[in-house]
């Protein structure tokens, strides 16, 4: 049974920082594209960022390029979210999400077969 959980999430100030986790079961995260996603009230979900399977290559939005860093750590089996210089609009819910097929990472999540929780972020003074 596949299972990802999301973790890491709160209240921040702009201009700070945040780093999310999920914590992977039933799969090995090195072997699945591994994808962020956000979804803020009234608004559609929002690719962040992937990670492709095995060799690891990223793939970022351009609104969170050079400001949010897609992560894993295989011994963990743990995907992670660095994120920093955080603006009120990326308050929403955040989203890790799991594509089993062995090709390049998605940007849609429609490629993603398993998804998490979610974890709200904050981004208020």
């Known amino acids: 049974q596949v299972q990802l959980v999301e973790s890491g999430g709160g209240l921040v100030q702009p201009g700070g920082s945040l780093r999310l986790s999920c914590a992977a079961s039933g799969l090995t995260v090195s072997t699945y594209n591994m994808g962020w996603f956000r979804q803020a009230p009234g608004k559609e979900r929002e690719f962040l960022a992937a990670?492709?399977?095995?060799?690891?290559?990223?793939y970022y939005a351009d609104s969170v390029k050079g400001r949010f860093t897609i992560s894993r750590d295989n011994a963990k089996n743990t995907l992670y979210l660095q994120m920093n210089s955080l603006k009120p609009e990326d308050t929403a819910i955040y989203y890790c999400?799991?594509?089993?097929?062995?090709?390049?990472?998605?940007?849609?999540?429609?490629?993603?077969?398993?998804w998490g929780q979610g974890t709200q972020v904050t981004v208020s003074s």
């Open positions: 990670i492709s399977w095995l060799i690891g290559i990223t």
């Open positions: 999400a799991a594509d089993p097929r062995h090709k390049g990472a998605s940007r849609l999540s429609g490629e993603y077969d398993y």
